[in-house]
């Protein structure tokens, strides 16, 4: 099939519930990609923050491969040894004390909300207990990380979606403890916020937080998903932040594409129990081997190293590139995890950047989102700055 008939039978096939760009990817190896033209694209998106060891990494084939010529199923009633594996080197990079698999980051928040309810159950001996979420967060799509992902857009559709969640506003501890009554059980949030638009909290914030939850009995949740994995520079956000969650959630780059989220627990929020949750599919072998590799290829590669020194230089050259671009009106972020605020919609920009070779993706309308693999070095970060240049001088003509 040519790119044409392929987005053809896409459009007639797939469900319409996104707006794809009409780019088909073939290939890719290291930090480009290549659609069914033979088109070559510098990646500033890796599949949304997913593909941090960058595509076509040899070590990390060999290791899916190996994994996949033994056993890729084995289901939860069993052991296998490359989840036990993987289980240890997340939970102990993440400093928390257990490890359930999922899917996906939107069934690793599920597992959070229900550890945290089932908390507050076998703590009080009834239900109705209460959630606090954030203003702009995003947790994911199935309906319990919907009803945390206070954005009325996605949820209006769906409603009623879970009951007792309670809305604060990011880096506003004041308005937190407002949200507090003798039922919440949780505060969920993410370090530094991604779909929302590339906020990152303060660091008061964080430990204010965490000094709320342990006066009153609360469980405060990091969802890293996005963040974590070594985004930020540390392995975790939180860990630059020093602050400790009692529950974290983890997926996009922990299996570098392949499909597998966790939420982790400290001792006191292991609350589930045999009966409580499972997946069939969690955990098993295959994803479990990409993921164990990735610890090792993280280390290897020296991935924190690069994004703290790649971030950093990243950063300068969004502040000058601010500093040149009156449609510019805010730059955040840190590692490479960063957004550019424009005083108009992206989406004219992304189209630009893609017919130049430059994929980007956007977080909210008017923010461009610069989340590359996080091998990019700094001459990629050159190569970006000059496709970025060329477009606005279009934009400008
Ligand atoms: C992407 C994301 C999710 C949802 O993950 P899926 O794998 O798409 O279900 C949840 N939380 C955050 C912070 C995310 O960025």
Do not use: W
């Amino acid at each position: 099939m040519n790119t044409q008939e392929i987005i053809a039978e896409g459009e007639q096939y797939l469900l319409h519930t996104y707006n794809r760009y009409q780019i088909v990817l073939d290939h890719g190896d290291g930090m480009y990609l290549y659609d069914t033209d033979g088109r070559k694209y510098l990646d500033f998106c890796a599949g949304i923050a997913v593909f941090a060891l960058g595509y076509n990494n040899k070590e990390l084939n060999d290791a899916i491969t190996a994994q996949l010529g033994k056993i890729v199923h084995t289901s939860n009633y069993f052991y296998n040894e490359a989840a036990c594996e993987a289980a240890r080197k997340l939970v102990t990079a993440a400093g928390m004390k257990r490890v359930f698999f999922t899917n996906s980051g939107t069934e690793a928040v599920e597992g959070a909300l229900k550890s945290a309810l089932r908390y507050a159950y076998d703590r009080d001996g009834q239900g109705g207990h209460e959630i606090i979420a954030m203003r702009h967060s995003f947790h994911g799509r199935s309906l319990g990380a919907l009803s945390v992902t206070m954005n009325d857009h996605y949820q209006d559709p769906f409603r009623p979606l879970l009951a007792g969640i309670k809305e604060a506003t990011f880096n506003d501890l004041e308005s937190v403890k407002a949200a507090v009554t003798d039922k919440t059980c949780a505060i969920i949030l993410e370090p530094v916020q991604g779909e929302g638009g590339i906020y990152p909290a303060e660091e008061g914030f964080l430990k204010g937080l965490r000094g709320l939850c342990d006066e009153k009995d609360i469980l405060l949740i990091f969802d890293e998903i996005q963040c974590g994995m070594g985004r930020t520079g540390t392995m975790f956000a939180c860990q630059r932040y020093g602050v400790k969650p009692d529950i974290m959630t983890v997926a996009k780059a922990l299996g570098c594409g392949l499909p597998i989220g966790a939420f982790l627990t400290n001792d006191k929020a292991a609350s589930l129990v045999p009966g409580d949750h499972g997946s069939t599919y969690g955990g098993n072998p295959l994803v479990c081997a990409a993921a164990s590799k990735i610890f090792d290829l993280y280390e290897e590669l020296g991935i924190l190293e690069n994004v703290r020194s790649t971030g950093d230089y990243l950063y300068e050259t969004l502040e000058r590139f601010a500093k040149e671009n009156k449609e510019v009106i805010g730059h955040r972020g840190i590692g490479l995890m960063q957004g550019l605020e424009f005083s108009m919609p992206v989406s004219d920009i992304i189209k630009s950047a893609q017919a130049k070779g430059l994929i980007l993706i956007n977080a909210g309308s008017n923010i461009l989102r610069f989340v590359p693999p996080l091998i990019c070095t700094k001459e990629n970060v050159d190569e970006m700055a000059a496709i970025m240049e060329e477009v606005m001088k279009d934009l400008n003509a």
